[in-house]
């Protein structure tokens, strides 16, 4: 893996670099409206692994899914109860992680074999546009090394990650 860079988060070619390095199996570090998110393909085991390895994460530690829509989010679970679409009506996008039966779409690595996934919708135009761009869910815990705190700008998690992200 080559040298980790800090680009320009907003700019639309950053954003669609991004989302290549993603569909190739990649990781990238993205804003969210909390901290800086370590993304890899939600469905794609082998990138999730990637996320595990670069922040020495024990794999019993189950990652949040990011998504761009609530259709997005309920293709992921078993069933949505009504409660829970209110809910997303009124809170998403927004800090607000809903955590349901998933379904078979979802590896159980991202999941730590647990039979829920934890889902939330972020409030960040890049972070959205780089989910919607992918066409596909964002599994993202925060960008840092386990156990440390977690990253709120793009030099910690350089400082953090560097080398490990793509």
Same mark, same amino acid.
């Given at each position: 893996?080559?040298?980790?860079?800090?680009?320009?988060? !907003? /700019?639309?070619?950053?954003?669609?670099?991004?989302?290549?390095?993603?569909?190739? +199996? +990649?990781?990238?570090?993205?804003?969210?409206?909390?901290?800086?998110?370590?993304?890899?393909?939600? &469905?794609?085991? *082998?990138?999730?692994? $990637?996320?595990?390895?670069?922040?020495? $994460?024990?794999?019993?530690?189950? &990652?949040?899914?990011?998504?761009?829509?609530?259709?997005?989010?309920?293709?992921?679970?078993?069933?949505?109860?009504?409660?829970?679409? $209110?809910?997303?009506?009124?809170?998403?996008?927004?800090? &607000?992680?809903?955590?349901?039966?998933? !379904?078979?779409?979802?590896?159980?690595?991202?999941?730590?074999?647990?039979?829920?996934?934890?889902?939330?919708?972020?409030?960040?135009?890049?972070?959205?546009? *780089?989910?919607?761009? *992918?066409?596909?869910?964002?599994? #993202?815990?925060? #960008? !840092?090394?386990?156990?440390?705190?977690?990253?709120?700008?793009?030099?910690?998690?350089?400082?953090? *990650?560097? +080398?490990?992200? /793509?």
């Amino acid at each position: 893996m080559s040298k980790s860079k800090i680009v320009a988060a !907003n /700019d639309p070619s950053n954003i669609q670099k991004a989302v290549e390095i993603l569909i190739a +199996g +990649g990781i990238v570090a993205f804003p969210t409206e909390t901290v800086y998110g370590l993304g890899a393909d939600a &469905l794609n085991p *082998l990138a999730v692994a $990637r996320v595990f390895e670069a922040k020495s $994460r024990p794999q019993f530690d189950p &990652l949040i899914v990011h998504v761009a829509s609530m259709a997005q989010a309920i293709s992921l679970w078993k069933e949505t109860p009504e409660a829970v679409l $209110r809910l997303m009506k009124e809170y998403w996008p927004g800090p &607000l992680t809903l955590v349901l039966p998933k !379904n078979d779409k979802i590896p159980d690595l991202v999941t730590a074999g647990l039979p829920t996934v934890a889902v939330r919708m972020p409030k960040n135009e890049v972070a959205l546009k *780089l989910i919607q761009l *992918l066409g596909r869910p964002v599994a #993202a815990p925060s #960008a !840092n090394l386990f156990g440390y705190t977690s990253a709120t700008t793009a030099l910690a998690v350089s400082e953090d *990650l560097e +080398g490990k992200v /793509d």
